[in-house]
């Protein structure tokens, strides 16, 4: 059982930047892959951005590609989001999730542990 906790949202104003972090809890992250998902008012949940276990593979949804990065560090059980050059269609809850296999994937059905979301809003 692993516990995922989201940080760093908040309000910024088009064009602007912020990072999200993960810390996990219950259980290290370092035989994981993981996942950002973000959901909009109205809207079904939708694939950001996925990680392996190492860091060494990602994918990207073609909504945020070139100008999101996911990361994570291990020591330090961490997932991160780094959100660059935001537009108002990024406001949404954003929600980080980890699977018991150490490749990645798309389908938010795959992962099995989720955190509580937090909110990220851009003003246009």
């Known amino acids: 059982q692993v516990q995922l906790v989201e940080s760093g949202g908040g309000l910024v104003q088009g064009g602007g930047s912020l990072r999200l972090s993960c810390a996990a809890s219950g259980r290290t992250l370092s035989s994981r892959a993981m996942g950002w998902f973000r959901q909009a008012p109205g809207k079904e949940r939708e694939f950001v951005a996925t990680?392996?276990?190492?860091?060494?593979?990602?994918y990207y949804a073609d909504s945020v590609k070139g100008r999101f990065t996911i990361s994570r560090d291990n020591a330090k059980n961490t997932l991160y989001l780094q959100m660059n050059s935001l537009k108002p269609e990024d406001t949404a809850v954003y929600y980080c999730?980890?699977?018991?296999?150490?490749?990645?994937?798309?389908?938010?059905?795959?992962?099995?542990?989720w955190g509580q979301g937090t909110q990220v809003t851009v003003s246009s």
């Open positions: 990680i392996s276990w190492n860091g060494a593979i990602t």
């Open positions: 999730a980890a699977r018991s296999f150490r490749m990645p994937t798309m389908a938010a059905a795959d992962f099995g542990s």
